[in-house]
């Protein structure tokens, strides 16, 4: 990496362990390539866990992050890091992915985000958990997230 917009990831192009809790994973950001054009960013997590605060019973989930960037673009390593390092943080799944979007907003200052958190049943209810920052941008492509409700077996 010699471009000067690289300088200073600390995680990308080398070994870094996952982080032992959101708290202390680092998240980075690289300068948007595209300043000024109106695009959606989308990462997929289909096999997010975290932990149940309570009985510390793994919870899984399938994630979608959708962004339209603003001066800043997420490092996608950090963001493979960080989303891993919930796998042993206990919280509701709530509050894992509304967590999950404020740092991302924190972090990129987006024009716009939304993230869909389609977690898989427990007790035999799924629960899905909706967040976005306001309206879409006027003009802005939003695919739907593709992910079917939960079906079970039939």
């Known amino acids: 990496m010699t471009d000067d917009a690289?300088?200073?990831?600390?995680?990308?192009?080398?070994?870094a362990p996952l982080p032992n809790s959101p708290d202390e994973a680092v998240l980075e950001r690289v300068t948007n390539p595209q300043p000024g054009?109106?695009?959606?960013?989308?990462?997929?997590a289909p096999e997010f866990t975290s932990i149940c605060p309570i009985t510390a019973q793994p919870?899984?989930?399938?994630?979608?992050?959708?962004?339209?960037?603003?001066?800043?673009?997420?490092?996608?390593?950090?963001?493979?890091?960080?989303?891993?390092?919930?796998?042993?943080h206990g919280a509701f799944h709530e509050g894992c992915t509304v967590a999950i979007a404020k740092r991302l907003v924190?972090?990129?200052a987006p024009?716009?985000?939304?993230?869909?958190?389609?977690?898989?049943?427990r007790g035999g209810m799924p629960i899905d958990v909706f967040y976005q920052?306001?309206?879409?941008?006027?003009?802005?492509?939003?695919p739907?997230?593709?992910?079917?409700?939960?079906?079970?077996?039939?």
């Open 59 to 88: 919870d899984f989930a399938h994630l979608v992050i959708d962004y339209a960037p603003g001066e800043w673009i997420v490092e996608s390593k950090s963001l493979k890091l960080y989303l891993g390092s919930f796998r042993n």
């Open 37 to 44: 054009e109106s695009y959606l960013v989308r990462f997929t």
């Open 111 to 121: 024009i716009w985000l939304r993230i869909g958190g389609y977690w898989y049943p």
């Open 133 to 142: 920052t306001g309206e879409p941008p006027a003009g802005l492509w939003l």
């Open 6 to 15: 690289y300088t200073g990831l600390t995680q990308l192009g080398g070994n």
């Open 144 to 154: 739907d997230q593709g992910v079917a409700p939960y079906r079970g077996r039939g």
């Open 106 to 108: 924190d972090t990129l």
